[in-house]
C-alpha cells in the first residue's frame, strides 16, 4: 500500500516557514509522504499569513486553488486566527469547506487534524527523517526561531492578538537544534522571534542545560553559544534595548556576524509615540555611534513605515533626517497600510493612499544615495561571501557577504572564477575571498581569489 501523502503549501514570513518546516517534520517523522502537486496528495495544508490585506488575500486565494485542486484542505497559520465579518471564522465564512482550521504555532493541532483525515501509516517511518527535520531553505543556511509572540502592542501590528504574548524556547532546546543544523551541513544561521532582545524575558532568563553546562536563557547568552558552532550567525529584530551593547564586542570579536537587524520603522519620536514602539525613547542614534566605534564593520539593516496616520510633512521629514544621520546600511519601507483590528486605524487622520506611496518613494531615494556610499567602503578590500548561485548569463557567481542577509538584502557578483579552473571546486554554500572591485546602490562586483573552509567574516 502507498503511503498517505500530504501536499503543503508554505506563505507568510520567516517564523511561518519555521512553522511549516516542524510540521513537515513531524510528517515525515509518522511515515507521510510530502508532494509538491495536488494531484499526487490525499489531503493539502496550507500555511496562511494574515498580516497585512495583500496577504489575506494571497491566503485566501491558496485555499481556493487547494479546494479546486485537491478538494480536502487543512488549514494553519496567522490567518487561522483572524475573525471575519461578525466575529465569525474568516476563512470559514470564505471557505466553508476546508476541513479544519487552526492557528500559528499549532503542530500538535494540525498533526491531530491531519490524523482524523488521513490516518497515519500503521508503521512509522522514522529512520527516513534528518536529524535537523525537514526545511524549506537550501541546506547551507536555516532560520532558528527562538521565542513566539510579543509584549508590545505596536499600534500598526496584530501580531500580539494572533500569536500571544512573548514565550521564549529554552537555550537548552534551541541549542540543540541549532547544533543539529549544523550537523548536517548548515553554514549559516538566522536567529528570528518577533523580538529578539527580549529573548528569555518570560522566563525570567531561567538558567537551563546546553551539553550539561548551566546557561541562562538570555540573547547574549544565546549570541555566545552559538558564536561557538563555527558557522555564520546572523540577528534578526533586534530592538534596540540597551542590553544589545554587550553583543557588540561580540561581534568585533568575529563570534557572530557584525549584522544587526532592527525594525526602527520611524525616526520622529512623535510618530514612534503614536506607533507605540519599543525602545523608541532610547537614544538610538548615540548608540548606533557608539556600536560603530566598537565593531566597525557593522551592518545595520531596517524597516520604516511611511505614511502613518497622521504624519506631518514636518515628521516625514524627521525620518529622512533620521536615516542622513544613521547612515543605515539596508534598508526597506512600506507605505503604511491599515491592517483590519490594528489599534491604528482609531488613529484619525489617515493619510491619502498617494501621499503614502510617495513618501515611501522619497525614503527610499533618498536612502539608495546612503546604501551606495556606504557599500563604497568595502571596495578594495578582500571579504568572505557564501556562494548562493551561478549567473550563467553574466558569467560569475553570485554570493553573499556578511553584510547580507538572504533574500532581503544585496549580493555580490564574482567573476573572474567561472572561466578559472578553481571554480570546479566551488559549490553552492561553500566560502570563498573575494576582491571587491566595484559597488552600487545595493550590490558589489568582486574578482574570486580562492576558496576557503572558514566560516570567517572578512
Ligand atoms: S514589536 Fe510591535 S511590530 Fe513587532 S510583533 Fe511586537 S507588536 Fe508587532
Redesign the pocket.
Known sequence: MSEPTVGFVSLGCPKALVDSERILTQLRAEGYSISTGYDQADLVVVNTCGFIDEAVQESLDAIGEALAENGRVIVTGCLGSKPGPGGSDLIRAVHPKVLAVTGPHATAEVMAAIHHHLPRPHDPFTDLVPEQGVRLTPPHYAYLKISEG?????S?????SM?GDLVSRPIGEVMREAEALVKSGVKEILVIS??TSAYGVDLRHRTDFVDGRPVRTHMTELVKELGRLGVWVRLH?V?PYPHVDEVLPLMADGLILPYLDI?F?HGHPETLKRM???ASAEKVLERIAAWRRICPDLTIRSTFIAGFPGETEAEFQGLLDFLTEARLDRVGCFAYSPVEGASANALGNPLPDEIRQERRERVMAHQSDISAERLQRWVGKTVVAIVEDVDEEQGCLIGRTAADAPEIDGVIRIHRALDSQQLVSVEIGSFVAVEVTDSDDHDLDGFFRHSTQEAEHA
Open positions: 510579543c509584549n508590545h502592542r505596536c500598526f501590528c496584530i501580531i500580539p500569536r518577533q523580538d529584530y530592538y525594525p520603522q507605540k514602539r519599543p
